[in-house]
């Protein structure tokens, strides 16, 4: 499918919440064409040395909920949906990107249910307390999946203050017990 490409900087997976400020002509353009057709359109990193600055993989978000700053500026709030791959990209007269995406299925890990036993209580704990203190987040988040591994650890790298080269490098580990590791180091520190 044909879609509109967002680079920004924001790592989200599926599952994820973000809320996107739009102020840009292009973008509320596009925002108003994705709202149209319900297909929603893509968030993606920002590349340098890549065509068009778009990378190989985004992930494809839908329009949850519509709203305004206090400057009056459209706010959006989007839901990941799935990752995707992105190939093909065209720029149109707007200089708005759209390319090519297919549907990437699964985690971006090998995970076997051995592995989901290293998200224990002390990482859910941990992000439960980071959602209860942060209530533009938690507000984002209707529906919360603390029980599934998968989703805390996505959650747990969506959030993060690390750079976005380093969240880019942990979703290329090979096994979700990588990335799992790499939280507990991290957070068993703080």
């Not at 929603?40 to 600055?53: A, K, Q, S, T």
């Not at 949906?81 to 090519?100: A, C, F, P, T, W």
């Not at 307390?129 to 591994?149: G, I």
Request: aromatic content about 12%; glycine content about 4%.
């Amino acid at each position: 499918m044909k879609l509109a490409l967002f680079p920004l900087p924001i790592f989200l997976l599926p599952g994820g919440f973000t809320r996107l400020r739009i102020f840009e002509l292009r973008y509320l353009y596009m925002i108003k064409e994705a709202a149209k057709t319900e297909q929603g359109f893509v968030l993606c990193p920002y590349v340098d040395d890549m065509p068009y600055n778009v990378p190989s993989e985004g992930v494809h978000v839908k329009i949850v909920d519509f709203s305004q700053d206090d400057d009056g500026q459209l706010l959006i709030d989007v839901e990941a949906v799935s990752r995707v791959s992105i190939n093909g990209v065209e720029v149109d007269s707007q200089s708005l990107r759209y390319g090519k995406c297919e549907i990437i299925d699964g985690p971006p890990w090998q995970c076997s249910e051995a592995a989901y036993n290293l998200i224990d209580d002390s990482l859910v704990d941990k992000l439960h307390s980071v959602f209860t203190a942060n209530p533009v987040l938690d507000d984002l988040y209707r529906e919360k999946h603390f029980t599934q591994p998968l989703w805390v650890v996505y959650r747990w790298l969506e959030i993060l203050p690390i750079s976005m080269s380093q969240k880019l490098k942990i979703k290329q580990a090979q096994t979700f017990e990588q990335v799992a590791d790499f939280l507990h180091t991290v957070l068993d520190e703080k």
